[in-house]
């Protein structure tokens, strides 16, 4: 192992120690409304306390976690300033309404990771070699002239993380051309899913995601009579992540450095976290008229991590990102987001154009679902809609669909181990969305399937291998904490956990022209007791700012 500089160690605890002293409530006032303005002698970026027309942008954050579970951010850019000042006081607009959650969130989710005490160990190093490598090839590319709307997407994205860390540590100045991100600092928030295959890649030890550990569930669902498509999300995480914020960015950006038409998705309506500027679950209602979701379905297969390089890779959330802002279609998007593969955050994504919807018409139109899943050096994408329609819905599990991409990421070799919990069509989720989606016939019994959980009674809840043998994260909303810490289970997902479903969010044809959708934060308690932090086995983690009981109810998002 080789020592890091001294000039890295000092900016790296430097960095922590602004974090964790710099905390807002111990510190700085926060207003729930912000403007970034800018002084027009010195070119000086500043905010203040109220919603000012000549701002370059605007924030306002309606924290109601304690009551309904969710806080909610509006966010805003000034289409009179160019792109890179917008996106940056974008960020510095969504930290300063948000700092307090921002921390909290930091402190349940990220502290101690890679932080001063760990960064040397092999594993932190080598992330850091990456990222650092990484950023600095982003940075070439984006100087050159080559494919200029993308890379200037990619800018505009790390401009608004940069204002959103300048902000956080109040040290605002928008920057040079070339500028410079932490690679330990927010950009982690926004690396959520790329870490979990850069772990396996730059060979992290044991404590990597269990064998089997899913992370969301999702539906699409063709009501009868073709009178409604709905569109469902459920994400799984782990507990201590449930400090959630729903988010609407208007962001008129235009497609290029040199100006031209503003992007298809200026306006995004998405479920997310304090400090992520994306969804991470993801989620999305973009005003280009499509839906974007996905389920993750990971690789087991280690001969693939060598396509894992920082050259030539974009990391999964800038490539979701860009794709939302620019795509028209499901095949644009695709074709979009497939550009640098990352082989990072291998997901099943699920593009839905409803655009392409005739409500009450039978005929299949083509582009309405687009299916696209990555592994690293692999990416296969196809339009499902004749699918869709012939069987009245397309359900996402965290299990490859494209027998190319189930092949390749080693699933086969898992089926062959463990038996048909990892197969396509036999896995217990994929049995419920089979039997339960006929049941559904408007939004609210598409919200009850999307919490369901009757892991105690459901035949297809059964674990044969496991004792006991009824197990909660056989359902379309997992409750892993229910299950007994004495049991014995064939693999890790299948344990006492702090791990489930921990959202749903849903939404319609008309729903979402005006971004609207109903969400539920919190494991489900339909059907199983709500989980609560006092009296549950993992009462001493790090918590800060959740609810202590976790029912609440699901709310309608709804803009202005």
């Given amino acids: 192992m080789t020592c890091a500089p001294l000039h890295v160690i000092a900016e790296m605890f430097a960095w922590w120690m602004l974090l964790v002293l710099w905390a807002p409530s111990a510190g700085r006032a926060q207003s729930p409304v912000v ?104 940075q070439e590319q984006m100087e050159k002239s080559e494919d200029q709307e993308y890379w200037h997407q990619v800018r505009l994205a790390l401009l608004q993380l940069k204002g959103l860390e300048d902000s956080y540590n109040d040290l605002i ?26 772990e396996a890649a730059l060979n992290k030890s044991d404590d990597r995601l269990l064998l089997g550990s899913g992370s969301c569930s999702a539906l699409i669902k063709l009501l009868p009579g073709n009178k409604d498509l709905l569109v469902s999300h459920v994400t799984w995480n ?15 950006f235009r497609t290029s ?32 008229g499509l839906v974007t979701l996905e389920t993750t379905i990971g690789n087991s297969n280690p001969d693939l991590w060598k396509y894992i390089q920082p050259q030539n890779s974009v990391l999964e959330w800038l490539r979701n990102i860009v794709a939302n802002r620019l795509a028209t279609g499901g095949q644009e998007w695709t074709d979009i987001f497939k550009k640098f593969n990352s ?10 154009d409803y655009n392409k919807f005739n409500v009450g018409h039978t005929e299949i139109p083509s582009g309405l679902l687009t299916v696209l899943e990555q592994l690293p050096g692999m990416v296969v994408a196809e339009d499902k809609s004749d699918l869709l ?7 996402s599990y965290n299990v490859p669909y494209f027998t190319e991409i189930f092949n390749a990421s080693g699933q086969t070799a898992l089926v062959e181990q463990y038996g048909d919990w990892f197969s396509y069509s036999k896995t217990p989720r994929a049995q419920i969305f089979r039997r339960n989606q006929t049941f559904v016939q408007d939004l609210s019994s598409m919200v009850n399937l999307m919490r369901y959980n009757d892991f105690l009674h459901d035949p297809l809840s059964r674990c044969a291998s496991c004792n006991p043998q009824q197990n909660g994260e056989n359902a379309i909303s997992a409750r892993s904490d229910l299950n007994p810490a004495n049991g014995t289970y064939p693999f890790g997902a299948m344990r006492q956990r702090q791990h489930g479903g921990t959202d749903m969010k849903v939404t319609s044809y008309e729903f979402a022209k005006q971004h609207k959708m109903i969400a539920v934060n919190g494991p489900t308690w339909d059907q199983v007791p709500p989980f609560q932090w006092s009296t549950s086995p993992f009462s001493s983690l790090m918590h800060m700012g959740h609810p202590d009981l976790w029912n609440f109810k699901p709310i309608v998002i709804r803009w202005g």
């Avoid at 298809?264 to 989620?283: A, C, E, K, L, M």
């Avoid at 082989?343 to 839905?352: A, D, K, L, S």
């Avoid at 329609?389 to 359900?395: E, H, N, R």
Wanted: charged residues 15%; glycine residues 8%; negative net charge.
């Fill in 257 to 288: 450095p040199n100006g031209g038409p503003v992007v298809p998705g200026r306006v995004q309506t998405f479920s997310s976290y304090p400090g992520t500027i994306f969804s991470g679950d993801d989620f999305y209602l973009l005003s280009s």
């Fill in 35 to 138: 403007s970034v303005i800018v002084d027009p002698h010195t070119g000086k970026l500043s905010t203040v306390p109220e919603k000012r027309a000549d701002a370059v942008s605007w924030a306002v954050l309606s924290d109601s976690i304690q009551d309904n579970g969710w806080a909610v951010l509006e966010l805003e850019t000034n289409k009179n300033y160019n792109d890179s000042f917008q996106a940056y006081a974008a960020g510095v607009a969504e930290a300063a309404v948000s700092q307090r959650l921002m921390y909290m969130h930091w402190m349940n989710t990220m502290f101690g990771y890679c932080g001063p005490y760990k960064y040397e160990t092999p594993y932190c190093e080598k992330l850091r070699d990456y990222l650092e490598a990484n950023l600095v090839w982003m």
């Fill in 173 to 198: 100045s928008f920057p040079q051309k070339k500028f410079q991100l932490n690679p330990f600092g927010f950009l982690l928030f926004q690396l959520g899913g790329d870490l979990e295959d850069l």
């Fill in 343 to 352: 082989g990072t955050y291998n997901n099943q994504w699920m593009i839905v």
């Fill in 238 to 252: 782990t507990y201590q992540s449930m400090l959630r914020i729903i988010k609407k960015y208007t962001l008129p």
């Fill in 389 to 395: 329609y012939q069987t009245g819905y397309w359900a």
